[in-house]
């Protein structure tokens, strides 16, 4: 019975949309229009015909991976090294929460900060690069397709590495201080203390962080959609904005719906996987 | 090296403030010096843009959406951890699931179904929408840290009677207050940053939440840039405020929780 | 006792269906969330209630980029509102087409008011023969230059044809600065220099009928042309043009890094609070200059902003009613002095109540025989997607005109396979 109602809320307000779209997936239809012809699988056809779509695909995954990374990767490393005592509490407490704060400002606000850092007029990056006498490297971050999803995707990576590495640093916190001291007895290095002792350890967060991670790296969308809308010449279009995109820009529900459900059934097939080993261990 | 990681965060974040003292030519002309003279005003004009009603309705929605988050997934993930209940597992795949639909997915299919219900245009077609994608994340937090809970409390209680409601009242939530806590400040972040259902979902000028009304200094070929960054400036500081003040709650929270058992 | 009751009761109920019966609501939603647009239309609202005392309206707006999308939600459900903002062209076709905005022609020749609109500016709501809809806020696109700058380069006058442009340009160039101030890094930029071009370009029934989503073709050389004229003024450009706002294109403008930007009129009046001291009295305006081309050399691109009225109103005759006061002449004359906007209707301006640079451009739009739409808001969303790509290539110098062309006959080909099926 307690857990009824929650089941009630997201049955009916998150499946039911979903349901939606499966079944509006086999029309041709709009928002505003009473129209609506049956084309059965046409749309899932048009889908896998159009390169645009593996575009996205392709983007997607280049993020999730750089997602991987960086945010867990790196924000591992970075969780190991807070907690092994080479900073102090008050100062390790602070990096913590000042890695943390990105991750709370709204996406818009760090999109707009991140126009003016990559804006090749009078932008920070080419400003840098200029002083440091690489200015050769200059070019329009976000308009150049060479480096427009990346420039997007470290922007992720600004903005939410603090949050994944406090999770980790939480799980961290958690290890009994004596596997360490008799790692130490027995004079194994830090190296090795966090190889041996540190990461096995948090394996299970770390599962945790990767799912959420390919997660969001599948369901992104306001972060393309601000910074470059899709372009330059749909080279940083992913699932959610092709989608978008199809729904509200063409006028194509059904189209639209179509692509939702590709994502869900992508998303759904990647957490399935990674839920088994979460809940087997 | 931390320093440097410091100064990557810091530098960005000081250089919104910085800007959102400037006028829009200056912010232009060169972003990164200081301002000529601080303009205040931009704050001001911000706050009368509505800035006290948009704080109001936000702070109204992510109040009543969080707490029922958290009620709910309370319930939710402490019965699936620890009941004996058919299709357990089936719920569990089911809640989790809910994590992978992404707002823009269900715009069409939710606005349809709030207009039918007669709720649109009110604060239960935000409130509502928010529950229901927030439980899955907060569900998935909770149960991990239920599953990990030691037993023996709870089986002492039983032994001496009490009901199932009576041990998760008074003896399991109390002390979960770390998790409660960590899944009510994520839960808090998202809802109040959220934008798209509290824009497609609200007419009325009265029901605006900050997200959309800081959308509003974006015009076709004007906009007002330092203004909008006033904006961000004021619509972050209460969650930043928020999350420094609950952290040490915090982070012992999300340990316990997220560590499989 | 009781009958007297029942009696009143009967009388109460009657009466007040009487006056429930005559008060209407009206909705009415518009794009301008900022001030000080957002409390002129608060001000038009409650005018207009003042006059009509049964008639109350609720107001809303919902901001630019939003709108777009609120608009199409809205209009398939039973929330639409009475009076709404719209682009004319394409963006309002497509409603029109599935039956959501109301026919008014018989309302506007009824009494005849249709009369008091200027004539070009009122072609753009035409739809199959029918008007939808009246507008509100006249623009036009021209080239805002600064005087002194190009008194320096040597030009005393503005350029008339585009050869001439060229050799100003040049000109300008030689002073070491880029001569045009562009931000492309959203694409309507480039299709209003495209609107003007093709236009030019292609002789009229032709490109007419190619906005047309069922029948364009696309495959006119002049479009090829107007790419290739295009293209000879990339060299021109700011550098990172697709990258940069326009916004902050303009800024640089009136820092004196540029010598010209191409705006719309109805920016000219921010010009004045945005730009520094004195600014605003070196500026001069010319519309884009004329080429050998087969389409008339005087049209002007720029459309007009509008409202219709959605057809599942429940009150047709309030709503129009509204609609024309909206756009009437006591609004207009308002619209001028807060803002410096004018509407449709006829002789609004005199040259003693603006500002010399408002009259001419004024004049440049009233003059015009006609008005070309952005190239954005007339096409089919499928095919503006492709056009717009392919420009954003031309800019940055990586295709040829031929290239781009291809591209877009290719979209057009799918559009009209879908519409004809």
Redesign the interface.
Known sequence: ???I???F??????????G??FY?SLFKM??????KTFVGLKHYVNIFQDPIFYTAIKNNVLYAVFSLIFQVGFGMI?AI?LEGRY?GKKIG?F???????????????VA??????Y??????LN?LLENIGLGAMKT?????PNTAIYSVIMMSQ?QYT?YIM??L???I??IPRELYESAEIDGASEFQKAIHITIPS?K??L??TSIITI?GAF?L??EVYIMT?G????TTQVL?TY???A?????E?GYG?AV?VV??II??AI??LQ?RS??D? | MFWLLMLVIIYPLFWMVMNSLKTSTELFVNSFALPETPLFSNYVDAWNMGFANFFFNSALVTVVSVFAIVMLSAFCSYALARLEIRFKKIFLYLIIGGLLLSPQSALIALYRLFDMLNIYNTYFAMIIPYIAFGIPFAVFLMYGYFKEFPEDLEDAARIDGCSTFKIFMKIVLPISKPIVAATAIVSSISTWNEFIFALVFIEDENLITIPVGLSRFKDALTTNWTGMMAGIVIASLPMIIAFLFMSKSFIRGLTAGSVKG | MRKMLSVLMLMFFLLSCFAFAEQVNLKFLHRWTQEPDKSFFDGVARAYEKEHPNVKIDVQAVANDAYKEKIKVMLGTEDAPDVFFTWPGEFTNRFIRAGRVLDITNYMLKDGSLFDYVGSQVIPFLYNGALYGLPYRVDGKIFVYNKEIFKKAGIDNPPATFDEFLVDLDKLSKLGIKPIAFGNSEPWAVSHYIAAINQKSVPEEIWEKDLDPAFGMWTDPGYVEALRIYSELVPYFNDYSNALKHDQTKVAFYQGLNAMAYIEIVEIPTIATDAPEGFFDKIGVFPFPATNGPGDQHYLVGYPEGFVVSANSKHPEEATDFLKFLTGKQTGISELKTFGYFNGIKNMISPEEVQPIVYETAKLVMDSDKMVNWLDSSLHAKIWAVYSVELQKLTDQVTTPEKAMEAVIEAAKKVREEFNQ
């Open positions: 019975m307690y857990v109602p929650a089941v809320f997201v049955l009916m307000f998150v499946y039911f949309p979903i939606m779209n509006n709009n928002s505003y229009s009473d129209v970075l090294l900073v407490s990096f913590r929460n000042v890695l943390f704060v990105p991750s709370i400002i709204s996406i818009p606000a707009l900060l991140w126009y003016f850092i804006n090749p007029q009078m932008g920070l400003g329009a971050w976000l308009a150049n600004w603090g406090i999770l640093v939480v799980s916190q958690k948090i299970s967060m599962v945790v997660i369901k969308f306001s809308g372009g330059p010449y749909n959610g989608m978008y995109r729904a509200f820009k063409f006028d529900m719906s939702a994502i869900f998303t759904f957490s399935i839920l979460f809940t261990d």
